[in-house]
């Protein structure tokens, strides 16, 4: 009988919560090389913003660190799971630590052993790597690496490299028993409402957590209930890369709608009145407009502006903004100072750096 690991109880009271979760980005200096001053600096940013959790060696943190000419993936991971520990240690505040794991089902494998001996929760599944296997090839691929680490089900959007996954996909992934979460990011309304068909007839709603991953959408999503079938299901928080730029704002939205929530939705036209602002600053950064293209450098220029980070380098040399993103990204900083945490970061980025 195959045994599947379990998410300790901390960890599983913190996702169930509902919590903040930012998509790790990479620091880079000007010669492509790992700069780590600048990163554990951003990993006690999320930690300090008041994130439930962070997510590293996922999309935003690049897919090339995997490559062994950055050989990027284990240094980065070690660094994000130290810093953590470190915060831990001083504040007892418990952070849940997500990695990003991907490949073939070998490398997902070893990726998933490295993961949860450098002490991370779970595994962020990407299936990129199996784009044209059926529905039991990518349920056995999700077994196997299941019994490495508890798994956090991952919708990536087909623009960045994701594939469609089915509902009978979603309802047989939900069987899974270390199955223990799920990043819906499909950018899609009829495709995110298969995942909670998927959950909701499972009957394991009570057991599986939601988090969205839709950036176009984010407010939305963490608003609403979606009554589907024999249960009602909802996404209890985010884990979003829009998260991974001014994270102490998004912090305080999520604290909004929580308690716009526990209050019978009282104040819920207010919250949703801040949805288009968002998704309009997320179009730019993400680069919407050219389809994703310059989604991790749109970041990267947040980052860069605040001093997070020294450029906006991507270990692809070609990666960049697109034609016309800088001026839309100027655009949306002058006209969303209130979705900004400029002053917060001003005040501790030197300590942060130290």
Request: charged share 25%.
């Amino acid at each position: 009988m195959v045994r599947y690991p379990k998410l300790d109880l901390d960890a599983v009271r913190v996702l169930q919560s509902g919590v903040v979760i930012p998509a790790h980005p990479l620091a880079l200096n000007a010669q492509r090389k790992l700069d780590e001053r600048r990163q554990v600096a951003l990993t006690r940013y999320y930690c300090e913003a008041g994130s439930g959790g962070i997510a590293a060696g996922v999309h935003t943190t690049q897919f090339a660190i995997r490559d062994p000419k950055f050989g990027l993936f284990e240094p980065v991971l070690r660094l994000v799971a130290c810093t953590i520990e470190e915060f831990r240690r001083s504040t007892g505040k418990r952070l849940v630590k997500v990695a990003g794991v991907c490949g073939p089902t070998l490398q997902a494998i070893r990726e998933a052993q490295f993961a949860r001996e450098t002490g991370f929760d779970l595994g962020l599944l990407s299936l990129t790597a199996l784009a044209h296997a059926p529905d039991s090839e990518l349920i056995a691929h999700c077994r196997a690496v299941g019994q490495e680490i508890p798994l956090f089900g991952f919708y990536l959007q087909p623009a960045v490299g994701g594939r469609v996954l089915s509902y009978d996909f979603w309802r047989q992934f939900c069987e899974i028993e270390s199955v223990a979460a799920i990043k819906v990011a499909p950018f899609n309304r009829y495709q995110t409402i298969e995942v909670m068909r998927g959950l909701a007839e499972s009957g394991r709603s009570s057991e599986i957590v939601l988090y969205t991953g839709n950036d176009d959408n984010i407010i939305p999503d963490l608003l609403a209930d979606f009554a589907l079938g024999p249960a009602n299901v909802r996404f209890a928080g985010g884990l979003l890369g829009q998260w991974a730029v001014w994270t102490k704002r998004a912090v305080e939205l999520f604290n909004d709608i929580q308690h716009c929530r526990h209050e019978a939705g009282r104040g819920a036209l207010e919250i949703l009145a801040r949805s288009a602002s968002l998704t309009d600053a997320n179009a730019a950064l993400f680069d919407a407009r050219n389809q994703f293209a310059g989604c991790i450098s749109g970041l990267h220029e947040i980052l860069r502006r605040q001093g997070f980070l020294a450029g906006r380098w991507c270990l692809d040399e070609r990666e960049d903004l697109s034609p016309g993103q800088l001026e839309e990204i100027d655009r949306v900083c002058a006209s969303y100072s209130d979705l900004q945490d400029n002053d917060f970061v001003k005040q501790n980025l030197d300590r942060w750096l130290s």
